[in-house]
């Protein structure tokens, strides 16, 4: 769920803005057919490319491209693979991200100065995403879904109890950080994500599609280590509040305000439509916690 929600809130703006221009001669309910476009650009979402003759550049989220022709410019697939036949030749860089690159030929027609780029995960994840976008608000309840959640409590516990362990200092920092001042920990990681989604569709609109593939990745590892140092901290944050609340001080344990605060973030998340408003507030006050972080640490 955590990886749909990066996705809804980081990468569909960037798909919703790649999809503005799409050139085509043939298109139907799941395919594109690309006759011969040598100087249109081919943006899809949801859908598999064919270029049988030619087309400058091909960018597709969610589908296969499959390259039969010629294409000058670059080709790039998000959550879907890229195909190239046998006598086809792709001029320009080949990235893909959740899929994989495959040449039919041995020593496929390139261009030997360009770059080929593959990141091969999340590819039924984004997929999945694509297919059906309103099942990321209100998921369907089933035995599997239920058991996902159970390794997810198992998951944070172990993860929240390990980075207690090792790093003591800097949650505890971190949790009396965001009791003092939550509304600028939360501000500033809202601005902070605001401007990184900003600077990533900048990088897609200007510069070459080989940079946006390594940048992208790049950003979503950082987003995903700061995602699990915040969430840790809230869990521990919120674990305290409700243990002190609701329970007698001889009862207390730093073990038990964890569970409680991995459960309280994990049945949050569950809730439909109400989990995508908790997943904004984590992944805000995780940059927020982050970027504070730098400032503490000077002071």
Same mark, same amino acid.
């Given at each position: 769920?955590?990886i749909?929600g990066l ?7 960037? !798909?919703i803005f790649?999809q503005?221009?799409? #050139?085509a001669?043939?298109?139907d309910?799941?395919?594109i ?7 249109s650009?081919v ?7 064919v %270029? ?5 550049g091909?960018?597709v989220f969610?589908g296969?491209v499959?390259i039969?022709g010629v294409?000058?410019?670059?080709v790039?697939a998000?959550?879907?693979s890229i195909?190239q036949?046998k006598?086809?030749f792709?001029?320009?860089?080949v990235i ?8 039919e030929s ?8 360009k770059?080929t780029?593959?990141i091969?995960m +999340?590819?039924?994840e984004i997929r999945? +995403?694509v ?5 990321v608000?209100?998921p #369907?309840?089933?035995w599997?879904?239920l058991?996902?959640r159970?390794? !997810?409590?198992?998951f944070?516990?172990?993860i #929240?109890?390990a ?7 800097a949650v !505890?920092?971190?949790v ?5 001042i939550?509304g600028k ?6 601005v902070?994500f605001?401007l990184?989604t900003?600077v990533v569709i900048g990088?897609?609109?200007f510069l070459?599609n080989f940079?946006f593939?390594?940048?992208i990745?790049m950003v ?5 280590? #700061?995602?699990?140092y915040?969430r840790?901290?809230?869990?521990? $944050?919120?674990?305290?509040i409700l243990?002190?609340r609701?329970?007698?001080e001889?009862?207390?344990?730093e ?9 309280f973030?994990?049945?949050l998340l569950t809730?439909?439509?109400?989990w995508?408003?908790?997943?904004s507030?984590l992944?805000?006050?995780s %940059?927020g916690?982050?970027?504070t $972080?730098?400032s503490?640490a000077?002071s």
């Amino acid at each position: 769920m955590v990886i749909a929600g990066l996705a809804f809130l980081f990468v569909i703006p960037i !798909s919703i803005f790649a999809q503005t221009e799409i #050139s085509a001669d043939t298109v139907d309910e799941s395919t594109i057919i690309v006759n011969d476009a040598p100087e249109s650009d081919v943006y899809a979402f949801g859908k598999n490319v064919v %270029v049988k003759t030619s087309a400058h550049g091909v960018l597709v989220f969610g589908g296969d491209v499959t390259i039969e022709g010629v294409v000058q410019g670059d080709v790039a697939a998000i959550g879907g693979s890229i195909i190239q036949k046998k006598d086809a030749f792709i001029g320009g860089d080949v990235i893909v991200f959740g899929g994989k690159y495959i040449p039919e030929s041995a020593e496929p027609k390139r261009d030997e100065t360009k770059e080929t780029v593959m990141i091969a995960m +999340f590819e039924d994840e984004i997929r999945e +995403f694509v297919k059906s976008p309103a099942s990321v608000f209100a998921p #369907s309840l089933s035995w599997k879904y239920l058991a996902q959640r159970l390794l !997810s409590v198992l998951f944070w516990f172990v993860i #929240s109890l390990a980075l207690t362990t090792i790093a003591p200092g800097a949650v !505890s920092r971190s949790v009396a950080r965001f009791q003092l001042i939550p509304g600028k920990v939360f501000g500033i990681g809202v601005v902070g994500f605001v401007l990184t989604t900003i600077v990533v569709i900048g990088v897609l609109s200007f510069l070459p599609n080989f940079i946006f593939a390594v940048f992208i990745p790049m950003v979503l590892v950082l987003l995903g280590l #700061s995602f699990v140092y915040g969430r840790v901290a809230l869990q521990v $944050s919120v674990g305290k509040i409700l243990q002190k609340r609701f329970l007698s001080e001889e009862h207390q344990s730093e073990t038990f305000a964890i569970l409680i605060g991995v459960l309280f973030w994990t049945i949050l998340l569950t809730v439909p439509y109400l989990w995508i408003g908790a997943l904004s507030v984590l992944i805000s006050v995780s %940059v927020g916690l982050v970027v504070t $972080s730098r400032s503490v640490a000077r002071s």
